[in-house]
C-alpha cells in the first residue's frame, strides 16, 4: 500500500470538528468549577457571617431578658414592702414610746427609793408617782386618735362628645358621704372630640372607698359610661 493510499485511508483530519468542539467543552469546563467554586466559597462566608450576628442577637437578648426579670423582682420586692408599711398601724407606736417613757420614769422613781431611808420620803414619792401617772392618763384621753387618710384622682368618662361635662361634673359632686372631700376638677382631652373628667377627692380609709365611689357615679348612667382610679396615695 502507497503513502497516499494510507493517508487516503486515514479519517482523523475528517473528524477535526468533533475534536475541535471536544477541546471548547474542555476550557469550558476548567473555567466554570473555579467560576462556581467562588461562588460557593462567597456563599459559605456569608452564611457564617449571618450564624455569627444570630448568635451575637441570642446573647444579647438573653442578657436583656436577666436584667427584666432583676428589676421585676426589684420591683415587687418595693410594692411588698411598700404594702406592709401602709398597713403599719401609726398609734400603737406612739403608745408604746410613751408607755416606755412611763416605764423609764417609774425606774426613775424606784432610784429615787434607794436613796431614800424615811417613810415620808417613800409616801412623797408614791405621790409623784400617781400624780404623774393621773396627768399621763388625762392628756391620753384627750389626746384624738389619728385618722388614716387617702389622696384619690378619679377619670370620670363620658358616653361622647356630645355629653355634658358640667352637667356630669355637678352629678359626681352631689355624691355626699361621711369622710369624702371633693377636690379640684379639669377636663382632660380623649380623642375625636371627647373629654374626660378628672376630679381628685380625699377620703377617711374607714369611711369611704374607692369601690363606694365607683358604685355611687356610675349610678349617673345617662352622663357617666365608666370611672377608673388614676391615683391613690395614702396622706
Not at 412611763?102 to 408617782?129: P, Q, T
Request: charged share 35%; net charge negative.
Amino acid at each position: 500500500m502507497s503513502g497516499l493510499q494510507c493517508l487516503g485511508e486515514d479519517n482523523i483530519w475528517f473528524e477535526k470538528p468533533r475534536y475541535d468542539e471536544a477541546e471548547r467543552r474542555f476550557y469550558e469546563g476548567a473555567n466554570g468549577p473555579s467560576t462556581h467554586s467562588n461562588h460557593q466559597s462567597s456563599s459559605a462566608s456569608g452564611d457564617q457571617e449571618l450564624v455569627s450576628r444570630m448568635k451575637s442577637l441570642e446573647l444579647e437578648n438573653q442578657e436583656l431578658h436577666k436584667v427584666v426579670e432583676d428589676l421585676r423582682t426589684a420591683l415587687f420586692k418595693l410594692e411588698n414592702r411598700v404594702q406592709v408599711l401602709e398597713r403599719s398601724p401609726a398609734v400603737p407606736c406612739a403608745k408604746a414610746v410613751t408607755v416606755q417613757s412611763v416605764k423609764v420614769e417609774e425606774e426613775d422613781d424606784d432610784d429615787m427609793d434607794l436613796f431614800g431611808s424615811d417613810e415620808e420620803e417613800d409616801e412623797e414619792v408614791e405621790r409623784l408617782k400617781e400624780e404623774r401617772i393621773a396627768a399621763y392618763a388625762a392628756k391620753k384621753s384627750k389626746k384624738p386618735a389619728l385618722i388614716a387618710k387617702s389622696s384619690i384622682l378619679l377619670d370620670v368618662k363620658p358616653w361622647d362628645d356630645e355629653t355634658d361635662m358640667s352637667k356630669l361634673e355637678e352629678c359626681v359632686r352631689s355624691v355626699v358621704a361621711d369622710g369624702l372631700l371633693w377636690g379640684q376638677s379639669k377636663l382632660v382631652p380623649v380623642g375625636y372630640g371627647i373629654k374626660k373628667l378628672q376630679i381628685g377627692c380625699v377620703v377617711e380609709d374607714d369611711k369611704v372607698g374607692t369601690d363606694l365611689l365607683e358604685e355611687e357615679i356610675t349610678k349617673f348612667e345617662d352622663y357617666v359610661q365608666s370611672v377608673d382610679v388614676a391615683a391613690f396615695n395614702k396622706i
